[in-house]
């Protein structure tokens, strides 16, 4: 028979090995999140990849950032699976051409949704410092978002605000697709994005928006959402430190 001293002095193995046991399958966890994370941001380029080479709607440039998203998205999976740096410098990064090359990447998903996809920038000359690849991202996912959960007529407005840099993409509110469109060789190809595995995106806006110490909120509604990114603008001390 078991004695209760025995009992006692067990429990602190037990509860080491519940420890352990705990920790391994919250690092699993995350690493199955980090994992996931990077592969979602390997689906963005390649999509906008298979879009651009459909129905000739791709343009040296626009494939020329894709395919650099896409080698940023690679290196990151690399990093993932096998370790080894990945730090990457801040760097001064003017938004517009990024923001830019955001909504010409995804257009002609937006019209394969039967929607439409516009910029307005009034913000001037706009510089900010950071991580280019991640910037880029954020805003790629910005869009898709609207794109995919939103619609259908999709607006960029970026405008200054109180030292920083105020990006808003608001949609119309979501609509059915045609048939024709869902069946569509190239609206097949776009629903590579993993759209069943919702939340990575704008889980990569939200990081990217504290790693720059910027501000990241969603509003949905009936009528339609909106989402808003903010940056602050590079200081004279971010460009003497570059």
Do not use: K, Y
Request: glycine fraction near 10%.
């Amino acid at each position: 028979m078991i004695e209760l001293a025995e009992i006692v002095a067990g429990w602190p193995l037990a509860a080491t090995l519940a420890a352990v046991a705990a920790a391994q399958g919250l690092r699993a966890g995350r690493r199955r999140t980090a994992l996931n994370e990077a592969l979602h941001e390997l689906r963005r380029p390649l999509q906008a990849l298979a879009l651009a080479g459909s129905g000739n709607v791709g343009s040296p440039p626009l494939v020329e950032s894709s395919v650099w998203l896409a080698a940023a998205a690679l290196e990151r999976l690399d990093h993932e699976v096998n370790g080894g740096g990945l730090q990457r410098p801040a760097e001064q990064v003017e938004v517009r051409p990024l923001l830019e090359a955001a909504v010409r990447r995804w257009q002609a998903r937006a019209s394969l949704a039967g929607g439409s996809l516009s910029l307005r920038w009034r913000a001037g000359r706009v510089v900010v410092s950071g991580d280019r690849v991640e910037l880029a991202q954020a805003l790629d996912n910005l869009i898709v978002n609207a794109i995919e959960h939103g619609g259908p007529t999709i607006a960029v407005d970026a405008r200054p605000h109180r030292g920083r840099v105020r990006i808003v993409v608001a949609d119309s509110g979501r609509a059915a697709r045609p048939a024709a469109r869902r069946d569509a060789p190239a609206e097949v190809i776009a629903r590579l994005s993993g759209r069943r595995r919702r939340g990575h995106g704008l889980t990569v806006v939200r990081q990217v928006a504290a790693a720059h110490d910027g501000r990241f909120a969603l509003r949905r509604s009936e009528r339609g959402s909106l989402a808003l990114f903010e940056l602050p603008l590079a200081t004279d001390r971010d460009s003497l430190s570059a």
